[in-house]
């Protein structure tokens, strides 16, 4: 089927066919998936102290290798990263060695490093700062890329250590040594995923969205991103991940939800009683349309009813980019066989007599053909109209109860304003020209 789309300027001449698409004025937002920010933040310090003496079971005489030592380090990390503003951070990683010998001479070095991070909306940034190896300070700047320091994570952990150790009584060391190790980490992080739904926010509308997910509990308390070699387990029970906002996962692992458009939500899996974590998550939304076509007997610029005894014919289609199998989920069999299938009602050769909907339609003539997004539940709406009629065609009379005025009856049930007209010639002139 050849199909011409025409303006208004293009009516000079007779044509056979001509057919319009539904144009946006008002463009409609896409639908999105997306990370809407990352925070992350960690904080420890480190005091190893261990101090080595003459082994009780010698001479008691004090060796040269006898002596202290401390050893002490300072770390902290933080950034903020947010969708289309960019974020910045801070880190800092410094040590000092003390070292006090038998004779308790002291000596000591310290060093480390301080850097300053930003990162643009895209991601891409850099660091600025400065390297202290115990002896010279250097400068130094870096590439960065927001994505290789993001784990898609919860964290809220504490990881203290504190020790002590005498070792005296060890025969097989000519020194004993004593010490303590007291640690402090904390790290607390979370990255937030959030949707778009798209669309443009007209009253009752509800799209089909799937969302999926998995999570893995993170055990290494002191791993962070990318938690290369990390242990982790995961959360098999896909009940026990929450969808954001929305919901818990089926046993299945999928979240099935109709959504209205041009909103916003939270899909962040949450997992309740686990402080350490990584995850993925995903959404799909399924669009739904309603088509009409229209077969005019006076091809345009004619305004003909008809012509000898062909008056033209109305019909339509509903429409999913859902598979079967999936809108089999939630619609019967007896409606879902519907779906991508023109249809459209018809007498048997008479003005008034017997009703019956074509399924499919067998009309391949068509003048005007538009097609409108409707919502999920426009869709069933539509879909449930079409299987009454399919089951009690009822009484077709051309005047009071034919294709077009099905045809407007099957819009309005979902969810779609047709012209009110009874006449495929009028019909087709009316949606082609005002909608």
């Given at each position: ?8 300027g ?85 040590w ?8 308790n ?14 990162w ?13 190896d115990g ?6 700047t ?42 402090t ?13 798209g ?14 997910g998995?999570v ?13 070699g ?17 919901g818990?996962?089926?046993?299945d692992?999928?979240?099935w ?30 669009k ?21 005894t ?15 199998n ?16 023109q249809?459209?009602?018809a ?23 538009k ?51 009874t ?13």
């Amino acid at each position: 089927m050849k199909k011409i789309f025409l303006s208004i300027g293009l009516l000079f001449a007779a044509a056979t066919v001509f057919a319009t698409t539904q144009t946006k004025a008002n463009q409609d937002k896409p639908s999105r998936v997306f990370m809407s920010c990352d925070v992350q933040n960690l904080n420890s310090t480190t005091d190893h102290y261990e101090s080595v003496y003459e082994n009780a079971n010698g001479d008691f005489i004090p060796d040269d290798d006898d002596g202290s030592s401390e050893n002490q380090t300072w770390v902290n990390y933080n950034h903020v990263w947010a969708d289309a503003i960019g974020g910045a951070g801070s880190e800092f990683n410094n040590w000092q060695n003390d070292n006090w010998d038998w004779q308790n001479n002291h000596t000591s070095t310290a060093g480390g490093m301080n850097g300053n991070m930003e990162w643009d909306w895209t991601g891409w940034g850099g660091e600025v700062g400065d390297s202290n190896d115990g002896t010279t300070i250097t400068g130094f700047t870096n590439i960065l890329w927001i994505w290789d320091i993001i784990g898609n994570e919860h964290c809220n952990v504490s990881d203290p250590v504190n020790t002590n150790w005498d070792n005296a009584n060890l025969d097989w060391d000519d020194d004993g040594d004593r010490g303590s190790q007291h640690d402090t980490y904390t790290r607390t992080a979370d990255t937030v995923w959030h949707i778009q739904t798209g669309g443009k926010a007209i009253a009752g509308r509800l799209n089909l969205w799937q969302f999926s997910g998995s999570v893995w509990e993170i055990t290494d308390k002191r791993a962070v991103p990318q938690f290369s070699g990390a242990a982790m387990r995961e959360i098999t029970n896909k009940t026990q991940i929450a969808i954001g906002e929305l919901g818990s996962l089926k046993a299945d692992g999928n979240l099935w939800l109709t959504l209205p458009d041009n909103v916003e939500k939270d899909i962040t899996p949450k997992v309740a009683g686990k402080d350490f974590y990584t995850f993925n998550v995903s959404g799909q939304k399924y669009k739904s349309y309603f088509t009409v076509y229209v077969d005019m007997p006076g091809p345009p610029p004619s305004h003909s009813t008809h012509v000898g005894t062909d008056y033209g014919h109305g019909w339509w289609m509903l429409g999913s980019d859902a598979s079967a199998n999936i809108l089999n989920i939630f619609i019967t069999t007896n409606r879902s066989h519907f779906i991508n299938e023109q249809v459209g009602y018809a007498d048997h050769g008479h003005m008034r007599g017997p009703g019956v909907l074509r399924d499919p339609e067998t009309n391949t003539n068509i003048s005007v053909t538009k097609t409108y997004e409707i919502g999920f539940n426009n869709l069933t709406n539509g879909l449930a109209f079409t299987q009454i009629l399919h089951d009690n065609p009822g009484t077709y009379n051309v005047f009071l109860n034919n294709c077009v005025q099905n045809c407007v009856k099957a819009g309005a049930a979902a969810g779609v304003t047709l012209p009110n007209d009874t006449k495929p010639e009028t019909f087709g002139w009316d949606i082609y020209l005002n909608h």
